[in-house]
């Protein structure tokens, strides 16, 4: 779930960007040009804010993918701890002694 994350919040990004060419799009079919104005204001007023929004959602995928790669280490770290514990532990089980455990 959280692999997904960072490249999730990239396409929130992208499509927060693409807002003024859907308006565009769709110049032709609203027609009211007192409508399409609007549309155009509220595009330009909506520039910083996104800008905004735009940084914050790069820095959140960056943390997102870090986060998601250092928990790889971690997890690859671990198994090879395991395997070599286990490893070990049989090493020592194979020389007979057939110890069982109590209780």
Known sequence: MLEGYGRQLRSIKTR???????FESYRDDIGDSSVNDALGDFESNWEDGREDITQ?????????????????KLDDELTKQVDKAVQT???????????????
């Open 16 to 22: 927060l960007n693409h807002t003024k060419k859907l």
């Open 56 to 72: 914050q959602l790069d820095a959140l995928a960056e943390m997102s993918e870090a986060v998601v790669r250092e928990f790889k």
């Open 89 to 103: 532990k049989d090493a020592r089980g194979k020389g007979g002694g057939g110890g069982g455990e109590g209780k």
